[in-house]
């Protein structure tokens, strides 16, 4: 058995940013209530004909990446994409990633797993690197939530957002890498966030938007419970499952979907909020982009160091969650 270690990193947003006091021209919102709520303060808006497809920004992060591991397109044995935004039913986005990256030896397929898709795509290329099967892998979470959202709904769209980031992950000659990954779903509370038929028309000030036929409806206030408890409880589980106590764990990359989920999360589980990494203030939720985004932006702030314990941690719709462990070995810097 190989253990899978991430030799590079990288992410991309699109280039317009949509603030709180932007959204208060949308619908009946402000920026206190936005900020003191959530913590989000603005987020990024993929425009039709900026080639800001979901596909785009993978692509681009994923060239970024690469840059970072030294390796070239052509050495990847498999792409997976994390996505509940595809840009199309078909072919995967991965498919899309593929060809305008030139990565024509590897295989290349999404998967769906609601916000937890990245660290779900994280498992299956660890497992396959585990048992050899892959030597290096691109790991993909990519969304345009804008897409879905229902600009209509002040409940739902304040929070969205959109962008994509990326990690490379090859075999580990040594003991460091991805330690262990626990993934947890309840499809019995599907209805607490899902895609309903029937997107409103999107309003004039996101002229150049481009929306699906559906959109988010979500349960916020019930699901923020259950949030707090299976990040909580998968974090707890992971921890054990490595012997580790809070005070081992360097940082941690939890989903980017509630500053106030993301403190609770803290709470339960004794880590000070100096060691969490949020950056939902200017992003907001990017649902499978959100880890990877973060941890690239962590990554290129020099906060990551060689041997470091690092705690990956999400939950979704699904419902669906997870939690990561990762012994840090690369050093940028
Ligand atoms: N601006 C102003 N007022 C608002 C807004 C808004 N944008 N949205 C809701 N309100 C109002 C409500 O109408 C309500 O008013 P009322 O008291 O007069 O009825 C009041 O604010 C409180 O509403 P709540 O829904 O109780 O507010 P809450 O504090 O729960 O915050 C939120 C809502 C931010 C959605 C929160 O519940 C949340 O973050 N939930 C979890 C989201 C999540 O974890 N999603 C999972 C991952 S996402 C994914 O998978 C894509």
Known sequence: MFRARIIGTGSTTPKRILTNVDLEKIVDTSDEWITRRTGIKERRIAQKGAGENAFDLAADASLKALEMAKVSPDELDLIIVGTITPDRQFPAVACLVQNKINADNANAFDISAGCS???YALSI???AIAVGSCKKALVIG???LSSVANWQDRSTCVLLG???GVVVLS???????ILSTHLGSDGRCWELLYS???NPDPPKILDAFEGKPYYLAMEGNKLFKKAVRHLADVATKALEHNNLSASDIKLVVPHQANIRIIQALAEKISIPMEKVYTNIHKYGNTSSASI???LDEANREGLLKPGDIILLVTFGAG???GASVVRWSLDIF
């Open 162 to 164: 959109d962008g994509a």
């Open 117 to 119: 898709g990245f660290l």
């Open 142 to 144: 990519a969304e345009r």
């Open 292 to 294: 990877p985004i973060a």
């Open 319 to 321: 419902l669906t969650w």
């Open 171 to 177: 075999q580990a000659d040594d003991d460091n890498g």
């Open 196 to 198: 309903e038929e029937g």
């Open 125 to 127: 290329a660890e497992n």
